[in-house]
């Protein structure tokens, strides 16, 4: 088995099946009938893209697990997803914030991806990409009308970028899995993912009149190595509470 | 033991052709390009699907209608397998597909080639209710994963358009 295509299979799949589950929670809550179905329109792509995700981690790992075992039988610090995706809804300003950052970023690293020699990840990638540039699209356009809309929309998601931006520096960090996958052209190049996010979020960000924090902020990270904020134990208490209390419960 | 269908695996791919999509029923996943190929090999059946978009849910009630037909015909050693290579598209369906769903109200996608790709809300949708091209995008997703919601300013009904998928 190769452990870091494993490692790094399982970082795209958990990000992608936490955001999901937290979009999830706005499913008959949305300000509005059409965001409430965008949103959970957007949960439900992720949760198609983890697992297939998932399940080719589980197919490269060897050991029986397929994609349910995986999201249902793994603690928090089993969990890879980025801190971003595990933070609270608050409000709809602050989902748009956390989806434009999170979207962009699977934007450019999807893009990347397409060009990976693993054949799987590659096709992965493609399939996930044309369905991520409708979710970014979403993003880019709510953030713009509630940055350059009212008083207190523009101060809500001021708010959030502002408080998400502690957690970009998650984004990027890089450790031996990337570097080992990037020599066997498998991984992404982050250095030039990030060069990409960072242009198109001061792009949307300057057009919305919003501001973008000092750089120098404290950069809270750790998800590469399963450290996670609290939020994310309660997520998994939520998620997992059925299949782990009843085993052999079928649909 | 019982013996094997003697069905060639043309005449189960046509079979199979004809299962209607759960949710857009007036087109099979034969046009929708769901079903991709079947073959017999070494005495079992390949069948490979693919989904249109990562989560549809779809996928599920196809998986179970083509095991259904399957087993009708004595079928019982086959494997089915979801591939995503190559990406499903919405170039793959034919013009009598898209008449189709235009005839059942539901505004066909346009051809890849003909959308710009930053700025694919300038397309001008016709309506399938009245045909007129006075109509405006309302969302981008809608009551399935492939369809965006529009509504036209001339007869004034909302309707469904197969989004574009390239």
């Known amino acids: 088995m190769n452990k870091d295509l494993f490692e790094y299979t399982l970082r795209l799949g958990d990000t992608s099946l936490i955001l999901s589950q937290r979009l999830g929670e706005w499913c008959g809550h949305g300000p509005m009938l059409e965001e409430d179905i965008a949103l959970t329109n957007i949960a439900l792509d992720l949760l198609g893209q983890a697992k297939a995700f998932l399940a080719y981690a589980g197919e490269i790992e060897g050991k029986g697990r397929n994609e349910d075992v995986l999201a249902f039988h793994r603690d928090a610090n089993h969990f890879r997803n980025l801190l971003l995706t595990e933070q609270p809804n608050v409000d709809f300003g602050f989902t748009i914030i956390r989806q434009l950052f999170v979207s962009t970023w699977q934007h450019y690293l999807y893009s990347e991806l397409t060009h990976a020699t693993d054949k799987n990840m590659s096709a992965l990638a493609v399939k996930s990409l044309k369905e991520v540039n409708y979710h970014l699209r979403f993003a880019s356009d709510w953030t713009l009308r509630l940055g350059d809309g009212t008083e207190e929309s523009h101060q809500r998601v001021q708010a959030a970028v502002n408080e998400l931006w502690n957690y970009t520096g998650d984004l990027f960090e890089i450790d031996q899995v990337d570097e080992a996958l990037l020599k066997l052209g498998i991984a992404a190049d982050m250095k030039k993912v990030e060069a990409s996010w960072n242009k198109h979020i001061r792009q949307v960000l300057n057009d919305a009149t919003l501001s973008v924090p000092e750089i120098n902020n404290f950069m809270r990270t750790g998800s590469r190595k399963g450290v996670h904020t609290e939020y994310l134990g309660f997520i998994l208490a939520e998620m997992q509470f059925l299949p782990r209390a009843y085993p052999d419960a079928k649909w | ?166």
């Open chain 2, 1 to 166: 033991m019982k013996e094997q269908s003697s069905l060639e695996s043309s005449e189960i791919f046509q079979l199979l052709y004809a299962i209607p999509d759960p949710e857009v029923p007036v087109i099979t996943i034969g046009e929708l390009g769901v079903l991709r190929s079947v073959d017999w090999v070494n005495g079992q059946l390949n069948i490979t699907i693919t989904p249109t978009y990562s989560g549809c849910p779809a996928m599920f009630a196809i998986e179970a209608e083509i095991k259904t037909i399957l087993k009708e015909n004595n079928i019982t050693d086959f494997k089915l397998k979801t591939v995503h290579f190559p990406a499903w598209t919405t170039d793959w369906l034919s013009d009598d597909a898209k008449k189709k769903l235009s005839e059942y109200g539901i505004a066909p996608p346009q051809h890849s080639s003909q959308i710009k790709h930053l700025r694919p809300d300038e397309v001008s949708l016709q309506c399938p209710f009245c045909n007129s091209d006075k109509t405006h995008l309302t969302s981008w997703f809608g009551s399935t994963a492939c369809k965006a919601l529009y509504f036209c300013d001339n007869c004034r009904q909302p309707f469904e358009h197969f989004k574009c998928h390239h």
